[in-house]
């Protein structure tokens, strides 16, 4: 039970028609390591790491032709991965697309 | 595509997640820091004094002259930061760009939960150049589920009036984005639109919490049920078909990147090093503060910018499990053809108690999720590609088959 002001009230009610909420799942049994699940089965993805991004530049869907702008920026820039609770969508020295 | 192999000395830290404020005006139901398995904030000052958020700007100063850093990014975080007092947070950043070397530029930003934003925090944004983050899970049904104020009252309408003022023409370019935990138990078109009719610059789709101990909700055993890949789907082919204006969205955007043989712009896909620091209002130097998901006490050091410089954090061996790249992950990830593009994805999603890696040598509890939606972006890339590109191949379940990521290694 939280103390002090963190202390939860009661439950608000959810909205007519509203869907029910998914609770947490019951925690796992204890460590059984041989118990983690198997991996999915990865079906056949097509492999994109190939393609001329130069041409891709080009491609009719702005998403894709910024995609390959990025990439080939970023091939020379000085950046890192953000944190993930970081919501600007932005890298670090990220040239904007 | 290869996540890459990291050797070598570590790499130094580039955003700095600040505690300026240890405690919310919020208690959401699914809180990392007041919800899970550590019960630190109990024992961390309420909000960070002057003298350790002094000491503070000296240690990244340090850090960047040490490492000649081009830039570093310092995110005011809490709690709710906007609990802190103005003049504090003034301060202290003021303090940081007054500090810095002058070939280092400083990002400064804060997350909140938004329902403390006014026009007196506008003005000091304004006057000390500090973007914001906002968190917004939905309309008020989906918000208002999770994220109450302690009496049980949702928190949409105070967040959606911070947003109809952020959105003013005058404040917009203060606004980085939204931040969005997903529950897959909602309709995710609605959700996305709701969050659309904010107009955000960004949009950041976080996966809930959650590990092989203490499963996310709905992430169930069964591999074949893959309830956040078939949320993510719906938006992502939303987003992707949009002709219109749409944000950036960096889940989408990193999975695009990698499978394009690019690198991630985020840390919870495609295994790129960490380079996040935390540090608690009493100065404590820690881990990821999401590490406190897994056990009590995950994300402590036992190091303080009072007595440590940033690179004694960087010899932590939790930092150098983040940034081990594909080293780093268990046998069946590094034996898998998607490794390239989910990385083993986010660190604490791979805990299991009692597993080796410090907890961490699993898959992620959200690998039949990362596995199905990475191959719904896939095939919906390959099936828009301009004819000239089209010499598309398969991945196969033969590891080590795709070709190296381009670059060979993360920068930086």
Known sequence: MRAGPLERGPDVVPPAGAPEPMDRADPADPPDLPGVPRPPDIPDIPDLAGLPLEELLDAPNPVLARAARRVLDRL????APLAAYNSSAVPIDDHPV | ?????RSGPPLPFREFLVKVHSRCNLACRYCYVYESEDRGWRTQPVAMAPATAGRLVLRIAEHARRHALRSVRVILHGGEPLLADGESLARLVRGLRAALPAGTRAEVA?????TLLGETVLRLCHAE????????????AVHDRYRRDPAGRGSHARVAAALELLARPEHRPLWSGLLTTVDPSTDPLATYDHLLSYDPPALTLILP?????VPPPGRVPDPARTPYADWLAQVFDRWYGSTGRAPRITLFESVIDLLLGGASGSEVIGGGPSRLAVIDTDGSLTLSDHLKTTYDGADRTGLSVHRDPFDALLRHPGVAARQAGRAGLCADCRACPLVAVCGGGHYPHRYRAGSGGMGHDNPSVYCPDLARFIGHVARTVAADLPTTAKAVTKVTAEAGRIPDRRGAEHRG
């Open chain 2, 1 to 5: 595509m290869t996540v890459p192999e």
């Open chain 2, 129 to 140: 150049d500090i973007r914001i983050g906002v968190s917004l899970d939905g309309p008020p």
């Open chain 2, 209 to 213: 919490l959650g590990n092989w101990t």
């Open chain 1, 76 to 79: 020379t820039a000085e950046e």
């Open chain 2, 110 to 114: 804060l997350q909140t939960n938004g």
